[in-house]
């Protein structure tokens, strides 16, 4: 079956510019995650959202950054006016949203601020 | 706080060898402990998940972990490493937020 897909998979902008990074979780899947991921470090998570309740919007590092699930499937992480550090691999999770069930990762988007 | 610590940055096996992965963990109530796997310019690879029962886990690619409540560890382990195996490894804990706690990873490099 399908996993869950991001696009785009690179993603090359000039700073001050606003960027919009898509996920497509697996089907089925109440719950989603985004996270930030710098070169060859730890994760970071920046929001959570499960069905229909109001996201976890907890680790988002600044107002620039936003994002929005429509309909209960696709994701979209939108950040504005970028900077050099925003440059990361921005990963996408879903999972059936129970504590026992493991999350699934798509392949990410690598973004890069010039 | 909630926190998993992985306290090798990097670990180094001779293929064929067994290897370890080291993970603690302070988290409330029961906890549910995850190992993951990334390889270069992927995601993240579900491994194995502890819940309860039996405190020796087995998981994908003969990848094992054993849980430990007195000492809050949840180690990997395999009999006998491969060189392809060679990757960034992640164990994880569930929060009672809903959101899983990472630890910062550890690089496995095994030689031939």
């Known amino acids: 079956g399908a996993g869950v897909s991001q696009s785009p998979s690179n993603k090359v902008t000039e700073k001050g510019k606003d960027v919009e990074l898509r996920c497509d979780p697996i089907?089925?899947?109440?719950?989603l995650y985004w996270y930030r991921q710098s070169l060859g470090q730890g994760l970071e998570f920046l929001i959570y959202?499960?069905?229909?309740?109001?996201?976890?919007k907890s680790g988002l590092p600044s107002d620039r950054f936003s994002a929005e699930r429509t309909g209960g499937s696709v994701s979209t992480l939108t950040i504005q006016r970028t900077q050099q550090e925003d440059s990361a691999v921005y990963l996408c999770?879903?999972?059936?949203?129970?504590?026992?069930?493991?999350?699934?990762f798509g392949d990410g988007t690598r973004l890069s601020i010039l | 706080a909630q926190s998993v610590a992985q306290p090798e940055d990097q670990v180094n096996v001779a293929e064929g060898n067994p290897l370890t992965v080291k993970c603690t963990y302070s988290?409330?109530?029961?906890?549910?402990l995850f190992w993951y796997v990334q390889y270069p310019n992927r995601g993240l690879q579900f491994l194995l998940k502890?819940?309860?029962?039996?405190?020796l886990v087995k998981g994908s690619y003969g990848f094992e972990a054993e849980f430990n409540k007195s000492q809050t560890s949840f180690h990997l382990k395999k009999p006998s490493a491969l060189v392809s195996d060679s990757a960034l490894y992640f164990c994880?804990?569930?929060?009672?937020?809903?959101?899983?706690?990472f630890g910062q990873g550890t690089e496995l490099s095994v030689k031939p």
């Open positions: 999770a879903s999972s059936h949203g129970q504590p026992n069930q493991p999350q699934h």
């Open positions: 089907s089925g899947h109440t719950a």
């Open positions: 959202f499960q069905g229909n309740s109001a996201p976890d």
């Open positions: 988290v409330s109530g029961n906890p549910y």
């Open positions: 502890y819940i309860t029962g039996d405190n």
């Open positions: 994880a804990a569930y929060n009672q937020g809903g959101k899983l706690i």
